[in-house]
């Protein structure tokens, strides 16, 4: 998903109606898809139970030997979710897989294959884009097995990785299990890929470079998943988790909503050299935001696990609808794709 820090168009393309909200666009595809999937289950439930569809993070689907298999898939587009102009090609390669495995870490699952697709344009640096996805795949134990390699008008990554939740062990995480009474977390400041697209974008200017210049930049360039973060989250008991990928805020109107509960944050954890905006609405963190009704179990497992110690930022409410920030509403923010 993109979120506003990145370099993109400033306008969106249109349908025949005009501008197509992304999330209405996915809510009517989805109906269509899974009515197309009654047809091969007259009478069964669609997803079947345990399954989790359109929605998430990532995708569950039961397979036969019981296991069931975590997947998920992005998109980079140049110009949109990267600008070619402040990201290398080894960069937009590594950033590419990363986002994608980074929704796998949302639901505390480990990432073991991956496909790999590149259309661009003539003299597209094809070695690059592969150095990049190969450091990525290396840092996260994940194996790149395939994908396709096609022209296009402007460069375009196309990622989709898979995992496996193991028979007892704990479930997925879900954006839909928060309850009222959950502490919520994140599990690190916010902002600094934010941050650093505005320090790329300033680079040429008079604007004298601090020494975290370079810090905000890589977090921009380079996101990391927090996978450990996640498994250790869903090892915990947490209820709930989202990656912060279109922004604080969007992202946690996306759990609330998903969970059916509202609400009410008393601090936003701000990175180092970013402002309070960035780290509200700037986007493409890729730190966790987790719910959980057992927050001790939670400081213990990261504890354990040699993690830096999560972030409390709130509560969840039982006043659906009720998104707050310091006592009054939450600032709209974030995110969305208009077609």
């Not at 505005?198 to 360039?221: F, K």
């Not at 707050?324 to 974030?334: A, F, H, I, K, Y």
Request: glycine content about 14%.
């Amino acid at each position: 998903m993109e979120s506003p820090n990145s370099g993109g168009a400033s306008g969106h393309p249109s349908g025949p109606a005009g501008p197509v909200d992304e999330f209405d666009a996915i809510a009517r595809l989805r109906e269509r898809f899974e009515a197309t999937a009654r047809l091969r289950a007259p009478g069964g439930t669609v997803p079947p139970v345990g399954d989790t569809w359109i929605g998430d993070d990532a995708a569950v689907v039961g397979l036969r030997s019981g296991e069931r298999a975590v997947v998920a898939t992005d998109l980079v587009v140049a110009g949109v979710h990267v600008d070619p102009d402040l990201s290398g090609p080894e960069d937009i390669g590594y950033k590419a897989l990363m986002v994608a495995v980074s929704d796998l870490a949302a639901m505390g699952v480990r990432p073991e294959y991956a496909l790999a697709s590149v259309a661009g344009p003539p003299g597209t640096d094809l070695e690059g884009l592969g150095a990049g996805l190969a450091e990525a795949a290396g840092e996260t134990a994940c194996v790149i097995v395939g994908g396709d390699l096609a022209s296009s008008p402007v460069l375009v990554l196309s990622t989709a990785v898979f995992g496996v939740a193991e028979p007892g062990e704990p479930a997925p995480l879900l954006r839909s299990g928060a309850r009222p009474g959950d502490r919520l977390f994140v599990t690190g400041a916010l902002g600094r890929s934010a941050a650093g697209l505005r320090v790329l974008r300033t680079a040429g200017s008079d604007r004298r470079q601090q020494p975290s210049d370079l810090e905000l930049a890589r977090a921009h360039r380079r996101p990391v998943a927090r996978l450990a973060e996640g498994e250790a989250a869903r090892r915990s008991g947490a209820s709930a988790a989202i990656d912060l990928s279109d922004g604080l805020v969007a992202d946690l109107v996306h759990l609330a909503e998903a969970s059916g509960v509202g609400v009410a944050l008393d601090a936003v954890p701000v990175a180092a050299g970013a402002t309070r905006d960035e780290a509200l609405a700037g986007g493409e963190d890729y730190e966790l935001l987790i719910a959980t009704g057992a927050p001790d179990d939670l400081m213990a497992a990261f504890r354990v696990a040699g993690l830096v110690a999560p972030l409390p930022i709130g509560w969840c409410t039982d006043h659906p609808g009720q998104h707050l920030l310091d006592g009054g509403p939450l600032p709209p923010g974030g995110w969305r794709h208009r077609f």
